[in-house]
T-cell receptor
Framework: KAGVTQTPRYLIKTRGQQVTLSCSPI?????VSWYQQTPGQGLQFLFE???????NKGNFPGRFSGRQFSNSRSEMNVSTLELGDSALYLC??????????????FGPGTRLTVL | DAKTTQPPSMDCAEGRAANLPCNHS???????VYWYRQIHSQGPQYIIH???NNETNEMASLIITEDRKSSTLILPHATLRDTAVYYC???????????????FGQGTTLQVKP
């Protein structure tokens, strides 16, 4: 089974621009979560989508948004980019099994550099 | 979610067992212990998880103390490719909720040396 895929793998943008990152979950997985990783803050949870609805949100400004499509693929968008948004953005998918402990599987990440 | 405490770094000789400790003294009854590792700038890789019984898979063993306040991840025969940051995470799982939010700490940097 193919793993979680993220596109693009690398991206360079300038301040003030916006960016859209894409994540394709493992086949059959219905939940997609996004994380930001920076040297200073480590790995931080952004949000989670399940059945096209956001069901969890981390402590990030409204410039960070996301969505999930009916095929469970997800996109996240960052508007009005700031230098501090330079980070590795990670996507993780999980099956969502009620009554049992689920496992999240991570993609390779998208490295975003804001100049 | 309960907070975890891990040593910032550890060394291990290649071929020997690596024992990575994690303290989660405030863990509650419905919180599982998960371990992930991250090899330089790659996505975190799932290793193992458990609730209260010891668990073993092809990658590692997880030993959880009887009071569940701490756990140890064991890599039985460490190789150079096991050099990574290892994260111990506790996560609430209930019958009706299995959310995707993981709270990562700073983890333990394991250096496997030849």
């Amino acid at each position: 089974k193919a793993g979680v895929t993220q596109t693009p793998r690398y991206l360079i943008k300038t301040r003030g621009q916006q960016v859209t990152l894409s994540c394709s979950p493992i086949s059959g997985h219905r939940s997609v979560s996004w994380y930001q990783q920076t040297p200073g803050q480590g790995l931080q949870f952004l949000f989670e989508y399940f059945s096209e609805t956001q069901r969890n949100k981390g402590n990030f400004p409204g410039r960070f948004s996301g969505r999930q499509f009916s095929n469970s693929r997800s996109e996240m968008n960052v508007s009005t980019l700031e230098l501090g948004d330079s980070a590795l953005y990670l996507c993780a998918s999980s099956l969502v099994r009620l009554g049992g402990a689920d496992t999240q599987y991570f993609g390779p990440g998208t490295r975003l550099t804001v100049l | 979610d309960a907070k975890t405490t891990q040593p910032p770094s550890m060394d291990c000789a290649e071929g020997r067992a690596a024992n990575l400790p994690c303290n989660h003294s405030t863990i509650s009854g419905n919180e599982y212990v998960y371990w992930y590792r991250q090899i330089h700038s790659q996505g975190p890789q799932y290793i193992i998880h458990g609730l209260k019984n010891n668990e073993t898979n092809e990658m590692a063993s997880l030993i959880i103390t009887e009071d569940r306040k701490s756990s140890t991840l064991i890599l039985p025969h460490a190789t150079l490719r096991d050099t990574a940051v290892y994260y111990c995470i506790v996560r609430v799982v209930t019958l009706t909720s299995n959310t995707g939010k993981l709270i990562f700490g700073q983890g333990t940097t394991l250096q496997v040396k030849p």
